[in-house]
């Protein structure tokens, strides 16, 4: 039997959520629900239904989940909540420290109206921080580090953008590799906020601007760039177009630890994306299943990636992956 | 409240969940389980309580969790079922193909007793398994691919020291790292057996031995070392003690897939381990908090890793999970 799902938000994670169901055969996909007009939207959505944002009461009891793809500042606080009072739902809120209240808000609404909504998927929050517990669980003793990147931060390219004679800009975090290789040699250090990352900067210029002003505002802005090894990089607008038109990110969690007559272990977990978006979608997709799943058995409530045992994102059943992959 | 813990098997992994108990302040290790005799366990044992194997019932309503620590190949197979009629178990039952029928034999004892047993835990099966399903959950049009190593094999080492003329042996496993590299940078290819791991022999020959017949008769050994590229390395009995004496292991879990419009997204998971015994001990002791928080809810049966969420692993609880960790 395939599970009927629905998307609310086209912007680049609907998309990929959109593609991701298309790779999973047990899923359908019912509706796209949009705050624009849907009739916009059919140049850009292939054979998708198109719905407004208001005609979602419809479709209760004819989508099994809503996958949540507005954005964490303002979309979601809202939106969530408010699809938990009709369908089960999984998001992928990540502003971390409001997470606690983001819970309790969307467990109110979920418990009140029997469903099941996953919070906070995606890759951090999400299998970053599956392997922060984990690995902090089995090495009590130890230390952990994680690593951005390389890749695209919206909010610091935002950041660029917003400088005085920029035209336009991206911006890249980079692990500092050198550090991350001396832990995998089982050193620990106290690493400050510029000895973990880097940030490199593509800007276009407007014409005329004053190209020292803009490097040393960007490279002095607080909070975004002050404490870091930042580099500006001033591009024409063709090269942002052509060579940072790409969303790649990725990163590393690493513990590294100690167990008995000291001996070292360390456990690491990495990804390396060329599409952020793109992972991030295929991420909530599968929690879709396990949130489907979880209320088909009578759960209710707000869950995170730590509440969901890894069987319930597959396909396969707890036979076929004990034979085939445990 | 702190948990009741006791041990089955005193070797170098019920050694090594003596020590990880160390490191988990909500445990309490009540006694450990032998089939020698338990006053002569006293030297190397340290404070420990030991007991004869055959006084374990004794401790029915004492201890809330047996950890066990035998072998795979004869010992887990008799001991799991038999504890798991008195006593909630965790073990790392390793014996791959052989998953299916012990899960079956352990679920029916652990369901008729009213406990929870968890079998198959450790890194393969265990963490590796859980990053197999992970990965392939979340990137159902991919590739896989599991690398063991650098590390000593047991087995292999067995197999070196059956040979006639060798006094001694240790046989490393080691994984290609070139092809390592090449998925790394997006490749998935086909490979064989041999263009996956290297074995590296180090041996120790009896006084007057014929060297090039024992290196013939290693590297054509069937199943074990024919289909490998194989290097046997000639040593003193006294490198053998003081080069090749402890038990590193470790590996690499790769999952290469793609998402919307052919982006490759790179999902890995790496272990470095410098005792494996030791790192195989803390992941059964973590999961033996599982197995008793499961049980204290009144579950019962066999489970894997697969079934159990990441927050039963953790000594904090699921509020602190959220804010410190997602």
């Given at each position: 039997m395939t599970m009927k799902v629905g998307i609310v938000g086209y912007g680049n994670l609907g998309k990929g959520v959109q593609q991701a169901i298309a790779q999973n055969p047990d899923m359908e996909l019912v509706a796209i629900f949009t705050r624009?007009?849907?009739?916009?939207m059919k140049a850009e959505g292939g054979n998708a239904q198109f719905e407004h944002?208001?005609?979602?009461?419809?479709?209760v009891g004819v989508i099994d989940v809503m996958i949540m793809c507005g954005g964490?500042?303002?979309d979601l606080p809202e939106q969530t909540p408010m699809m938990a009072r009709m369908f089960n739902t999984v998001d992928s809120f990540d502003t971390h420290a409001k997470i606690p209240e983001f819970f309790d808000a969307v467990n109110t609404a979920a418990k009140e109206n029997g469903v099941v909504s996953v919070i906070s998927?995606?890759?951090?929050?999400?299998l970053f921080s599956m392997n922060r517990l984990l690995a902090q669980s089995i090495l009590p003793e130890g230390t952990d580090y994680t690593f951005w990147g390389k890749g695209v931060s919206q909010g610091h390219s935002d950041a660029i953008r917003r400088?005085?004679?920029?035209?336009g800009g991206v911006q890249y975090t980079v692990p500092v590799e050198e550090v991350i290789q001396r832990i995998r040699t089982g050193e620990t250090p106290e690493l400050s906020t510029r000895e973990k990352h880097k940030r490199e900067c593509y800007v276009v210029a407007e014409e005329g601007a004053d190209l020292d002003e803009i490097r040393h505002t960007i490279e002095s802005?607080?909070?975004?760039?002050?404490?870091y090894n930042t580099t500006v990089t001033f591009i024409t607008e063709e090269q942002l177009k052509n060579e940072h038109g790409e969303m790649p990110h990725g990163g590393f969690v690493i513990r590294s630890g100690v167990t008995g007559q000291g001996k070292r272990q360390l456990i690491e977990f990495s990804l390396k994306l060329e599409s952020n978006p793109g992972f991030t979608a295929s991420v909530l997709v599968a929690y879709a299943r396990a949130a489907y799943r979880m209320s088909q058995e009578g759960q209710t409530g707000a869950k995170t990636?730590?509440?969901?045992?890894?069987?319930?994102?597959?396909?396969?059943?707890a036979e076929e992956l004990r034979r085939e992959l445990l």
């Open positions: 624009r007009q849907p009739e916009q944002i208001s005609a979602v009461e419809k479709y964490s500042a303002t998927t995606g890759w951090d929050p999400g400088v005085p004679g920029v035209k802005m607080p909070n975004y760039f002050a404490d990636v730590f509440d969901i045992p890894l069987s319930y994102l597959s396909p396969k059943s």
